[in-house]
Structure formats: C-alpha cells, structure tokens
C-alpha cells in the first residue's frame, strides 16, 4: 500500500486508541481508497507503532466494516457496501433522536450557542466546497447533542457506525445535496431552544435520514450490496 504522508503521528504513548482513530480517519477520508490492501508493516512505519496496536486497530475496524480481512491472504479496506451504509443509517438515526431526547430536558445556553456555531462552519465549509471540514462541524453540531445525553453506550454505538456513513457523506458534502442540512439544523436548534423535545428529536432523526437518498444512488449506480 501507498504509505500516507508523515511519519510517527501517533504518540507512543497514545497507542491502541489513536492508532485505531488515524487508520480510520484515513479510510473515511479516502486517503487509503476502497479496495486497497493494507500491509502491516507500513502501517506501522507511517503511525510509528508496534504492530500490535496495528493489528487491534484493524480487528476494530474489521467489526465496524471498514476493512475485510481474508486470514493468511490480504487485510484491505472494505468496498462502500450498500447494506452496510443501510443498516448504519438506519441505527444512527435512531441514536441521535435518543441523543436529542436525553439531553434536551438540561440542554444549557451555552451547548445551544456550540451547535449555533458548528453550524456556521458547518455552512461555510460547504460553501468552499471543503467535505473534511464540513464532516468535522457536522460532527461537532451533532456531538454537542451526543455529549449532552451522557449515555456512554450511546456514544460507543455511535462510534463504531458513523464512519461507515461519513466515507458516503464526504461524496454528499462536495455536491449541493448537503446544502439542506444547513437549514435541518437550524430546526434543529430552534425546537430544541423552545425545549421542544419530540419535534427536535424527530427533526434530528429526519436529518440522519436523508442519507436514504445517497445509499439509494449509490445503489443505483451499481454500489456493492453486500454479503
């Protein structure tokens, strides 16, 4: 495999975790492509880790559906799955309405004014045509929200299925079909300034949703459907 730029980014110390989080981050923003075999040993030259930090992380991500691995034949990242981008809209849909209902009820000024500005980035980034930046204020609106829930376990089934969304988001967020969300999130706000929390649940559920669109044209152009 190409190894990408730099060399040692992730601190000795940091290990397990951030060896995990830089293999990801880098299948999710396409510089290690679908379908592309991944090699042990140059992985552990550009993280500037032990191989066994490497092999957890691929074993997490092998769980999350971002790599395949065929035992004593290769290790590579996985195809965009049709199935799997289904099934992973599906749970985080409903993991952000809960994500919304838990934290509206003691939801502060100061967590709305973070989604306020995310949401600004998240706008300008769109208008540079910036997909990185547009997923990290997305993530930051909605991260407010999941934070604010305090449900740990919320926050791990989360973690381990919206990479597989945000690899089909980042195509999304480079095409004005994103533009929408601009908006959905201001809905988002106001429901949850009014302390509205059926309609911003839905309304955040809604927003997840209208990823069914971009599955669907994947789909449509002949994307893998899975196992």
Request: glycine share 6%; aromatic share 4%; charged share 25%.
């Amino acid at each position: 495999m190409p190894v990408p730029g730099g060399r040692g980014l992730v601190a000795r110390s940091l290990l397990r975790e951030d060896a995990y989080r830089a293999i990801r981050d880098a299948i999710v923003d396409g510089t290690l492509a679908p379908g592309e075999r991944l090699v042990d040993a140059d992985l552990v030259e550009w993280l500037g880790v032990s191989r066994t930090p490497v092999r957890e992380a691929l074993a997490r991500l092998e769980q999350a559906g971002l790599v395949q691995t065929k035992p004593g034949r290769y290790t590579m990242v996985s195809p965009l799955d049709v199935r799997a981008a289904r099934n992973a809209q599906s749970v985080t849909a409903v993991m952000h309405e809960l994500a919304t209902r838990e934290a509206l009820p003691n939801l502060s000024a100061t967590e709305l004014d973070a989604m306020r500005t995310a949401n600004r980035r998240f706008a300008d980034a769109l208008q540079r045509d910036d997909a990185d930046a547009a997923i990290a204020a997305d993530d930051d609106f909605h991260g407010v929200l999941v934070t604010a829930s305090a449900n740990d376990a919320l926050r791990e089934v989360l973690e381990r299925y919206t990479p597989v969304l945000r690899r089909l988001e980042r195509l999304r967020f480079s095409s004005l079909s994103g533009r929408d969300s601009v908006a959905q999130h201001e809905r988002i706000i106001a429901l949850c300034a009014a302390g509205d929390v059926d309609g911003a649940a839905a309304a955040n559920r809604a927003n997840w949703q209208t990823l069914a669109a971009l599955i669907d044209d994947l789909a449509e152009a002949g994307g893998p459907a899975g196992p």
